[in-house]
């Protein structure tokens, strides 16, 4: 049975990082893409970085030069270094895995319930 934990959300001043985490186990984690996404309170889920089984990695336009994704695939963990957070950086982030070797190309089928990021100004 495969499980997706995310960690690492909190309060945060505008300008600091947060370092978030995501366990998923249950996989064979090399052959998985995975993602992280996020939702900001009245509006719509949105991709935010994800890397293929290739370690090639993308990100959404508004977090690139301040975001990095990574994944151990032998502690099952993906991470996602964030810096320089701004306020419209608050939402939930969810991790979410796919048996696929590239991003974007199947639907998620493994999420997690989310940790939430709060950026005060």
């Known amino acids: 049975q495969v499980h997706v934990v995310e960690s690492g959300g909190g309060l945060v001043q505008a300008g600091g990082s947060l370092r978030l985490s995501c366990l998923a186990s249950g996989l064979t984690f090399e052959n998985y893409a995975m993602a992280w996404f996020r939702q900001a309170p009245g509006k719509e889920r949105e991709g935010v970085s994800c890397?293929?089984?290739?370690?090639?990695?993308s990100y959404t336009d508004s977090v690139k030069g301040r975001v990095t994704i990574s994944r151990d695939v032998d502690k099952h963990t993906l991470t996602l270094q964030m810096n320089d957070l701004r306020p419209e950086d608050t939402a939930m982030y969810y991790c979410?895995?796919?048996?696929?070797?590239?991003?974007?190309?199947?639907?998620?089928?493994?999420w997690g319930r989310g940790t939430e990021v709060t950026v005060s100004s």
């Open positions: 979410a895995a796919v048996r696929a070797r590239q991003c974007g190309t199947l639907p998620y089928n493994y």
């Open positions: 890397i293929n089984s290739g370690e090639f990695t």
